[in-house]
C-alpha cells in the first residue's frame, strides 16, 4: 500500500463548513424481506468528488449505489441529490448514469454506435449526436477506432468506449460499479489514471464501489469504509491508512501489527500501554484513551524497524526472534515472534542492493518504533 491517493490538494470541500453536499445520504435503510443490507447509515458526498465505496462482498456497497441510481428504494430513510428528494423519481429522470462493465457493449453495433446508442433513445436531433459522439471518441482518445465493433478492440479500448457511452448524456454524477474489475492488473493502473483525468476534464461527481483498496487508494479522493451494511469511516486515503478509526478499519485497509493491551497510565497525549505478559510500551496519538481501558496500538509494518542489535536510546523496543523472512523485491517484510508470542511484521525497503546488518531465520532480533508512529484505537 503506498499511494497516498489522487492529492488533489486543494480539494476539500468537506472540510469546509459552509460547503453543501451534493448528494446525501439520510438514514437508508434496505431490507430484502428480513434481511438488512444497509443499515441506518448516512454519508455526505461533494460535488466533482470521486467518491469510492469500499468493503468487502456483501456489505451493502453495490445496494448503496442501485438507491441512488434509482433501481432500489431505500426501505426508510431519504436520499438527496442537490437538495432534491429522490425518492419516486424513475432512473432515466435522475441526473445520474451507472457506468456497467465493458461486456454490457451491443457487440454488433460500431464504437459510434454504441456510444450514441442513449442519445438516440432520448431522440437528439442527429447533427447534435454526430456532434457529442466525435467530442466522446475524442476525450476516450478512440478516434480510430470508430467504425470497429467491440470484439475488435482491446479490453482496455472497450472499457474505454463504456465510459463514453455512459458520459455521453452529460449526466451530473456518474456511478461506477467495479468499473476495472474485468482488466489485468497493469491496464487497470493505467485506466485508472485515465479514470481520475475524464472525471477532473468533465468537472463530474464519481462515486465508485470497489472491493480493491489499492484502486480506492489511488483514485479518490475520500473513502467510506463499508462493513454489513454501516459505514465504518469516512476520510481521504491518506487518512484512513495513517488515522484508522478502528481495529476493523486498520486491518480493512493495508498490513497492520495490533498491539493489545491496557491503559496503565495516562499523560497529555500520551498513554502507557501494557500487554498480557506485561510488555510495555509508550505512545502518542491516543485519542479518547483512557487509564484502565483496554486498547489496540496499530501500527504498519514500514514503521517499525529491525535490528540484530537492541537499539539504545528507543523508547519503545521488543525483543524476539526472526520467524520468516518475505523478500518482495522492493521491500523485504521480516516476521518477528516476540517473547510473549505475538508475530509482528517489520518491513524495510531495500534501498540497498546489500543490507549491512543482514537477519536471517531464528536470528534474535530487537524490534523498536517512535511513539507518534501508529495511534490507539479504542474500537
Ligand atoms: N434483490 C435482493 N434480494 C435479496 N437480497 C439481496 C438483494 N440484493 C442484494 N441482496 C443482499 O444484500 C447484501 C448486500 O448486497 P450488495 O450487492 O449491496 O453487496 P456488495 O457489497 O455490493 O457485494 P459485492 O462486492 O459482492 O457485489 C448481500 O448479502 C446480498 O445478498
Known amino acids: 500500500m503506498k499511494s497516498l491517493g489522487s492529492i488533489r490538494r486543494d480539494f476539500a470541500p468537506w472540510s469546509d463548513p459552509q460547503a453543501k453536499p451534493y448528494i446525501r445520504f439520510e438514514n437508508v435503510t434496505k431490507r430484502f424481506g428480513d434481511f438488512t443490507a444497509v443499515n441506518n447509515l448516512s454519508l455526505s458526498i461533494y460535488e466533482r468528488e470521486f467518491f469510492a465505496l469500499l468493503g468487502a462482498s456483501g456489505c451493502g456497497k453495490s445496494t448503496l449505489l442501485r438507491m441512488l441510481a ?31 462493465q465493458s461486456y454490457a457493449l451491443f457487440p454488433h453495433m460500431s464504437v459510434e454506435k454504441n456510444i450514441a446508442f442513449g442519445l438516440k433513445q432520448e431522440g437528439m436531433p442527429k ?25 475488435q478492440l482491446s479490453g482496455g479500448q472497450r472499457q474505454r468506449v463504456a465510459l463514453a457511452r ?28 485515465e479514470l481520475m483525468d475524464l ?17 480506492a487508494m489511488t483514485m479518490a ?6 462493513d454489513k451494511g454501516e459505514v465504518m469511516q469516512v476520510a481521504t486515503p491518506a487518512e484512513i491508512y495513517e ?21 496503565a497510565e495516562r499523560a497529555d497525549n500520551t498513554v502507557r500501554i501494557t500487554g498480557g505478559t506485561g510488555a510495555q510500551i509508550t505512545v502518542e496519538n491516543v485519542g479518547d484513551a483512557a487509564k ?7 501500527i504498519r509494518p514500514e514503521k517499525i524497524r529491525i535490528s540484530s542489535r537492541r537499539p539504545e536510546n528507543a523508547v519503545n523496543v521488543l525483543e524476539g526472534e526472526v520467524y520468516d523472512i518475505a523478500y518482495l523485491g522492493d521491500m ?48
Request: aromatic share 8%; net charge negative; proline share 5%.
Open 243 to 263: 488515522a484508522p478509526n478502528s481495529r476493523f478499519v486498520a486491518g480493512f485497509v493495508g498490513n497492520v501489527n495490533l498491539f493489545e493491551g491496557n491503559v
Open 70 to 100: 434509482g433501481f432500489e428504494e431505500p426501505t426508510s430513510g431519504k436520499i438527496l441529490l442537490d437538495g432534491q428528494d429522490l425518492r419516486g423519481i424513475p432512473p432515466y429522470r435522475r441526473p445520474v448514469n451507472m457506468m456497467f
Open 292 to 298: 484502565g481501558n483496554d486498547v489496540a496500538f496499530a
Open 166 to 193: 455512459s458520459v455521453a448524456k452529460r449526466p451530473k454524477v456518474l456511478l461506477l460499479d467495479e468499473p476495472l474489475g474485468a482488466l489485468d492488473k497493469k491496464l487497470r493502473e493505467e485506466t485508472q489514471f
Open 127 to 151: 447533427a447534435d449526436i454526430d456532434r457529442r459522439v466525435a467530442e466522446m471518441l475524442k476525450l476516450v482518445k478512440l478516434e480510430r477506432f470508430a467504425s470497429r465493433k467491440p470484439h
Open 332 to 379: 523485504t517484510t521480516y516476521y518477528v515472534k516476540l517473547d510473549d508470542g505475538q508475530i509482528v511484521r517489520a518491513s524495510i525497503l531495500n534501498a540497498a542492493r546489500i543490507m549491512d546488518d543482514p537477519l536471517t531465520w531464528s536470528d534474535r532480533a530487537w524490534i523498536s518504533f517512535r511513539p507518534d508512529a501508529g495511534v490507539v484505537l479504542t474500537s
Open 199 to 215: 472525471q477532473q476534464e468533465l468537472g463530474l461527481t464519481f462515486v465508485v464501489v470497489t472491493h480493491d483498496q489499492e484502486e
Open 221 to 226: 479522493d475520500r473513502i467510506a469504509i463499508m
